[in-house]
């Protein structure tokens, strides 16, 4: 699983005009499921986004984490995350995971940031969507669990 996240100020997600999920500060999350990802990935991944110390304290150290600013999520789906470019100029996407799991562990993402508290907005599966965000720093951070293992 890989996750693109940006601390924002602000971002919003649009299907066919329509704003479907806006936050102010926290995080922007681009979430891509691999064709092999369990429930050992998301675990990896949501602990990792949620537990980041990004946000300033007193100091103007990056030392909290979203929980510890009272941090929104806004958490889209993002197949292309998983696009090999490394034949050619189109990208291959067979690394992608499939509709069903792919979905399954991106809801779950959401499930679980909502069941733990935090103001999480999501995008919809599958749909294409305009994404917009002011990124606050900027601060983009790149995680993938098959890193981890």
Excluded: W
Aim: net charge negative; hydrophobic share 40%.
């Amino acid at each position: 699983m890989r996750a693109v996240v940006q601390k924002v100020s602000r971002a919003k997600v649009s299907v066919d005009g329509q704003t479907i999920g806006q936050i102010e500060k926290g995080f922007l999350v681009l979430l891509g499921v691999y064709k092999e990802d369990t429930d050992k990935d998301l675990d990896y991944i949501y602990k990792k986004v949620t537990g980041l110390r990004v946000f300033e304290d007193e100091n103007d150290q990056m030392n909290l984490a979203l929980n510890d600013v009272g941090g929104e999520l806004l958490v889209v789906s993002q197949f292309t995350l998983y696009g090999d470019a490394r034949k050619g100029r189109r990208p291959s996407f067979t690394d992608a995971a499939k509709g069903d799991l792919a979905k399954s562990l991106y809801e779950d993402f959401i499930t679980r940031a909502k069941a733990d508290g935090f103001n999480c907005k999501s995008g919809e599966f599958g749909a294409h969507m305009e994404v917009e965000l002011v990124n606050d720093g900027p601060v983009t951070i790149l995680l993938d669990s098959f890193k981890n293992f």
